[in-house]
C-alpha cells in the first residue's frame, strides 16, 4: 500500500514541477494533476476492496442463515 503513496508523491512533485514550468493554466498542468487524482483514486479502491472475514465468507456461502440477516432501521 505505501508503494502507491510513495507513486502518488512522486507525481504530486512532478506535477507542481510541470506547473511551474509551462504554467498553472497549461494543458500540460492539468494532465500532470489528472494523473495524481488517478493515482489517488486507485489507492482509494484498493482500500475498499479488503478481504472479508470469516463471517462475511459464511454469509457469502449460507446467505439464509439467522446469523446473516440484515435488518433496515
Not at 34 to 49: G, K, T
Not at 66 to 71: A, G, I, K, N, Q
Amino acid at each position: 500500500m505505501s508503494n502507491i503513496q510513495d507513486k502518488i508523491e512522486e507525481e504530486r512533485e512532478q506535477a507542481r514541477a510541470t506547473c511551474d514550468t509551462s504554467g498553472s493554466n497549461s494543458a500540460e498542468c492539468a494532465a500532470a494533476w489528472d494523473a495524481v487524482e488517478e493515482l489517488q483514486a486507485e489507492a482509494s479502491h484498493r482500500n475498499q476492496s479488503k478481504k472479508k472475514n470469516s463471517l462475511e465468507q459464511y454469509c457469502d456461502a449460507n446467505p439464509e442463515a439467522d446469523e446473516c440477516r440484515v435488518y433496515e432501521d
